[in-house]
């Protein structure tokens, strides 16, 4: 199980996001392309650098568009970057917007460039329907058949089954290796560390509070990019906020939800998972010196990161193995940890999380240490909110938890922070900062 | 077979090149002749004399008996083919009977190469421009092959300079394409691209530039084939159907005459003789286009304008420098202000691909701004005005910005912000802080000095007025002012900037209300005033739309809006005094809201605003009924007058660079009819003497002595009163002071 701290100073400078809305809402005419080059290019003019100033574009994003193949060349064309600087595309599920951070800092330690501009964006609004494969086999004989007797004869073959289609994002989001939806995994989860509905509930609902404190209190603002819809109509504004902030939910409210995925005793409800939603984040990941030399302001140092797997049914608990090594790596402890930004996929499985934190035994069996990591403090742990309340563009997430934990970091004087997540398919990953005027 | 043309009494240059050197005779291989045209006295192919002589020279050489089977008639390059008749000879034309015999005898030529097409297989290899006469040498071939790029264009414009494509273009263009669209090609005067040329079948075939001359040679050959458009059956039904064929004359004749009421010759003529194509010969042809075009060619209407293009042809060096080096050219902007008149510029920019920051305090505005550029770039991609992937890029390059951000590393802002110079002095000062040192700060004021405005910012040599008008993207003007210590470089890269948006530039002297609105001020008061004391309203919008202004006074104002123009009028006041004084006619009105268009009532009623009708209760501020007697002519001649007048001393200040460049900015800055060729060939026309005698008459005229600076406004203009004693030409004045920059 790989970890690394680095030798070189490796650093995060000048990022941002755009707001993260629910799909199909305000951003579903996006693609992936204009929303990504849209937060890239709002960087590169901020901080005035020049096109050419980078050695790569990295971009991390799951669903990438089929119409945009290496959809990180796209974005650093249309964002403006120069034309001899290379892109790709990097995707580690739901880790794709720590991945290209991490792939940016692998490259920088083995001297592959210095300067690294990393993007993810995911627009879950636009993820295609499928034709089945008989109906796919119907249009290739089609497409073959050369007399309009034979184009006759392979449509007669049609039948309206062949119209149901196959939804990309369900099936994108149940692993084909257990067969299990992601919510199933959660699901597993509470059942083995004994989460209840209420429990999961009252998480999901100071996920909200968090979000909406942050949000009033301009915290928010400092990383978000207001973004106009494309195919705005007149009239439309600027969405300035992720909208999936509920200012009026209520514990009742969430009660009243009938579980999703595991009817009719689970405890995973639409209320207390993530949602589905488009977004986008950008930020600038390089040396200090070159930093510096550019004129970036640094918002955190790269101390170590990590990357787990693990039983993929029970994917959720990714973080305890991924921090434990970058924690190793850093040589540090978890009470070390000014904050700590933990993606909520389900609040089962961050409350899955927080035990398996605490727990000995689970040390013992799974991370081969004899003494419990240490306690999440909930007043250290998601601090603003989390997916729960603002969405999940699993692309973009990983971006927005470091983007978070390291502007907590310079707002509170923090030294050190967590960023950490779940994987579908049974991998975890984790990212240690630290301050960056240090 | 062939007869060589007779060249006596021709004006033939005097550096008339070598006979034969202008087209190269070449046989790379049996059976096939290129011809390539190439005249070592052009940097440019023209279509002139000496070129004419040498093709007839070089036809005279083929002979399709003596085993020449192929013929290839290219340019220099593949897309540098020939850029039409040699306009600059047009201007010179004035005997109408050498013109109809230089026609004749080119159609003589061209017949030549039409029969040769009947015996042997010809080819047009064809690229870059093909204008007029070029596209009309092509149709006499066989098979017109096209380069496939960007640059290259297709078509016939000759209306556009008040003439009718004279070398054939009105018999061989409606065979080979048929009556509707030729007719549309012709009226249009539209230069098409290969794809849209291919499609009407004015191409026969489309290749890569660089496979030009090798398949133009294999199509003459027969080595490969080309698939001509067919017209089918709707060459039976509709070309040679005398009826289908009367109807299209009868309506394109009245859609065109519609516009043109009438001042264009060449419009009339030209549509009975696209519609009976088919049922004339060559020789027909060739006679009714000389008489035709000997006619329009050494006309006015054609002087003039011939003379507008080639201002504006001018016009479009102003981005090069004494050297003729090349102008920094502007990538990344930032446009302030997210008004209609800066969210339009900060669009029309991103559409041609600079870089664009918007800024505005207000979200609202810059949303509605972005909405209203995506709106108009994806009308232009459904009317398949632009490719889908330059429709994203102009998505992608148009940012808004709330408050000044972003901008370290734009090369130019254009501010558009509140008329007041506190607001656009700080909105300067804040771009030069946030900029990078030198960028060029442009304002794109239409009322304040850019002088005044300039010595509040540092360094303002990079300070320049670009002065669009409204609506931005329709109107093709731009002015460029210059303030006193404006480096002659900035001019030269906003002028490039101009350029590239596709406008035209004119460099003007920073005078309050800069060139056009200073003519447009006295124009538009006169027709109030005149609308004051009892005109009827109609009677003088139609005078005027006969007199050739595109759109009659009263509906320019309410477009305009009463509001702007009384700002624009009162600083006119201010800054030149009695003879500006504006009439307080429309005062009532606009303090009641009621300022013009965009209340949705001013002199008419918009509530359709597709079709405006005059407001019901518009004569109700009418205080008089004193000038409803004036005669026509004195109407028009009271409110040109006023502009003439104004003109003159304009000229004479040296406002602008010269007489051309005032005509250029009148016709194009406020459409002042272009068959009169601007204001100062309509002086001209009109003459110094007689001018000065009607603004004599006027400025005795009772009421105008009576009124406050009436007679001041219609004193003759010193230039007018010298020009009229030495029997000069406004067209012939240099201004003393010409312009610096």
Not at chain 1, 200 to 219: C, F, M, N, T, V
Not at chain 2, 338 to 364: C, N, P
Not at chain 2, 416 to 436: F, Q
Not at chain 2, 696 to 715: C, H, M, N, P, W
Request: charged share 25%; glycine share 10%.
């Amino acid at each position: 199980m790989p970890a690394l701290c680095p030798s070189t100073d490796i650093v995060l400078a000048a990022g941002l996001r755009t707001p993260f809305v629910r799909a199909g809402g305000v951003f579903k005419r996006e693609d992936a392309g204009h929303l990504g080059a849209r937060v890239a290019r709002e960087v590169l003019a901020q901080n005035a650098l020049e096109p050419d100033a980078f050695d790569e574009l990295i971009c991390g994003c799951v669903g990438q568009p089929f119409d945009q193949a290496n959809v990180g060349r796209v974005i650093a064309l249309r964002a403006g970057l120069d034309e001899s600087t290379p892109a790709r595309t990097v995707a580690r599920n739901c880790a794709s917007g720590i991945e290209m951070v991490t792939e940016a800092a692998t490259a920088i330690e083995a001297g592959y460039g210095e300067t690294y501009l990393c993007v993810g964006v995911e627009v879950m609004s636009s993820y295609p329907l499928v034709f089945g494969r008989k109906m796919t086999d119907m249009f290739a004989r089609l497409a073959g058949a050369r007399s309009g007797m034979a184009k006759l004869k392979a449509l007669s073959a049609f039948r309206p089954s062949f119209l149901a289609p196959r939804i990309a994002l369900l099936e994108g989001l149940t692993d084909p290796t257990c067969g299990m939806i992601m919510g199933s995994t959660a699901e597993l989860l509470a059942r083995d560390f004994g989460i209840s509905r209420d429990d999961a509930d009252a998480y999901a609902l100071q996920s909200h509070r968090r979000a909406k404190a942050a949000r009033e209190e301009g915290l928010l603002s400092e990383e978000i990019l207001p973004h106009l819809a494309a195919e705005a109509r007149p009239g439309a504004r600027s969405v300035e906020h992720d909208d999936g902030i509920r200012d009026d939910q209520t514990l009742e409210a969430l009660a009243k939800l009938r579980p999703y995925f595991e009817k009719p005793d689970g405890i995973v409800t639409v209320g207390n998972a993530c949602g589905i939603s488009d977004g986008a984040v950008a930020m600038v990941v390089t040396t200090g010196r070159r930093a510096q030399e550019l004129g970036l302001e640094v918002m955190a140092h790269l101390r170590s990161f990590a990357w787990a797997g693990l039983d993929p049914k029970r994917m959720g608990l990714g973080p305890v193995f991924a921090s434990a090594q970058a924690l190793d790596a850093a040589e540090c402890k978890l009470s070390d940890m000014h904050c700590i930004e933990l993606n909520e996929a389900f609040a089962a499985q961050v409350l899955a999380c927080t035990k398996a934190f605490e727990s000995d035994d689970f040390a013992a069996k799974h991370l081969g240490r004899k003494k419990a990591l240490g306690e999440l403090d909930p007043k250290r742990l998601n601090i603003h909110g989390g997916a729960i309340a603002q969405g999940h563009p699993v692309g973009a997430t990983g971006g927005r938890l470091l983007l978070t934990a390291a502007r907590e970091l310079q707002r509170s004087d923090g030294e050190l922070a967590l960023a950490t997540l779940c994987i579908g398919g049974g991998q975890g990953g984790a990212v240690v900062l630290e301050r960056g005027d240090n | 077979m062939s007869t060589l043309p007779n060249w006596d009494g021709l004006p033939l240059p005097d550096d008339m090149p070598p006979e034969g050197s202008c087209v190269r005779i070449k046989r790379p291989e049996a059976g096939l002749v290129v011809l390539t045209l190439d005249p070592p006295h052009r940097t440019a192919t023209v279509l002139d004399l000496p070129l004419w002589r040498d093709l007839a020279l070089a036809l005279a050489t083929v002979q399709p008996s003596g085993g020449d089977r192929a013929l290839v008639i290219r340019g220099r390059e593949p897309l540098h083919f020939a850029f039409g008749a040699d306009i600059e000879a047009i201007e010179t034309l004035s005997d109408p009977e050498l013109v109809r015999r230089m026609t004749i005898e080119v159609h003589g030529i061209l017949e030549n190469l039409e029969n040769l097409s009947r015996s042997m297989c010809t080819v047009a290899a064809v690229g870059g421009p093909v204008p007029g006469g070029a596209l009309e040498l092509s149709l006499a071939c066989r098979y017109v092959i096209a380069a496939d790029s960007p640059k290259t264009r297709l078509g016939l414009p000759e209306t556009k300079l008040g003439i009718l494509p004279g070398w054939g273009g009105t018999h061989r263009l409606p065979k080979k394409i048929g009556v509707p669209a030729a007719m549309e090609a012709i009226l249009t005067g539209r230069l098409y691209d290969t794809r849209k040329a291919a499609k009407l079948g004015i191409v026969d075939r489309v290749t890569k530039p660089e496979y030009l001359f090798r398949i133009a040679a294999d199509l003459a050959l027969g080595r490969t084939k080309a698939r001509p458009k067919k017209r089918g059956l709707a060459r039976w039904l509709v070309d040679k159907n005398p009826l289908a064929t009367a109807i299209i004359e009868d309506t394109a004749l009245k859609q065109a005459t519609a516009k043109t009421r009438g001042k264009y010759p060449a419009v009339e003529l030209v549509v009975p003789m696209i519609a009976s194509a088919a049922r004339v010969n060559a020789r027909e042809a060739a006679t009714r286009e000389a008489d035709a075009i000997s006619v329009l060619a050494t006309g006015s209407v054609c002087k003039s304008l011939v003379s507008i293009f080639q201002a504006s042809e001018a016009a479009k060096k102003l981005s090069r420098g004494p050297d003729g080096e090349r102008a920094q050219r502007l990538e990344r902007a930032v446009v302030v202000g997210a008004g209609v008149m800066g969210g339009a510029i900060a669009s029309l920019m991103a559409e041609k691909g600079v870089s664009t920051r918007l800024a505005d305090l207000s979200r609202e505005a810059l949303d509605k701004a972005l909405v209203e550029h995506e709106r108009e770039i994806t009308k232009k991609l459904k009317r398949r005005r632009l490719e889908g992937s330059r429709a994203r890029a102009a998505l992608d390059h148009l940012d808004a910005s709330l408050g000044i951000s972003g901008v370290g590393r734009t090369q130019i802002a254009i501010e558009a912000v509140a008329e007041t110079l506190p607001i656009k002095c700080a909105v300067l000062r804040e771009l030069a802080e946030k900029m990078p040192k030198g960028a060029i700060l442009a304002t794109n004021t239409s009322s304040l000095s850019v002088t005044e405005i300039a010595a509040e910012v540092p360094d303002p040599g990079r300070v320049v007025g670009l002065h669009f008008f409204n609506p931005v993207r329709q109107m093709p003007l731009v002015e460029i002012v210059p303030g006193e210590q404006t480096r002659p470089e900035v001019v030269r890269a906003v002028a490039g900037l101009a350029l590239a948006l596709g406008k035209t530039p004119v460099i003007v002297k920073d005078v309050a209300g800069f060139l056009v609105n200073r003519l447009l001020g006295p124009f538009l008061d006169e027709a109030l005033r005149l609308f004051e004391g009892g005109v009827a309203p109609q009677r003088l919008e139609d005078l005027l739309l006969d007199f050739g202004m595109p759109m009659g006074p009263l509906r320019l104002l309410d477009e305009v809006g009463f509001d702007i123009a009384g700002h624009a009028a009162r600083s006119l006041h201010e800054a030149y005094g009695a003879r500006m004084r504006p009439t307080e006619a429309l005062l009532p009105w606009i303090d009641e809201g009621r300022v013009g268009r965009k209340s949705g009532k001013g002199f008419f009623d918009w509530s359709n605003p597709k079709k405006p009708t005059l407001a019901g209760d518009v004569t109700s501020l009418q205080t008089s009924q004193s000038l409803a007697e004036l005669s026509d002519e004195e109407i028009v001649s009271r409110c040109v007058l006023s502009l003439v007048n104004e003109a003159a001393r304009c000229l004479e200040e040296g406002v602008v660079t010269g007489p051309k460049e005032l005509d250029l900015a009148t016709v194009f800055g406020m459409g002042f009819a272009p068959f009169h060729g601007g204001v100062l060939h309509y002086a001209d026309s009109v003459g110094a003497a007689t001018l000065r005698e009607q603004l004599d008459a006027l400025a005795a005229a009772s009421d105008i002595t009576t009124r406050d600076g009436g007679r001041v406004k219609f004193q003759a203009a010193n230039l007018i009163v010298e020009l009229a004693q030495e029997n000069g030409r406004f067209m012939d004045y240099v201004p003393a002071s010409s312009n610096s920059a």
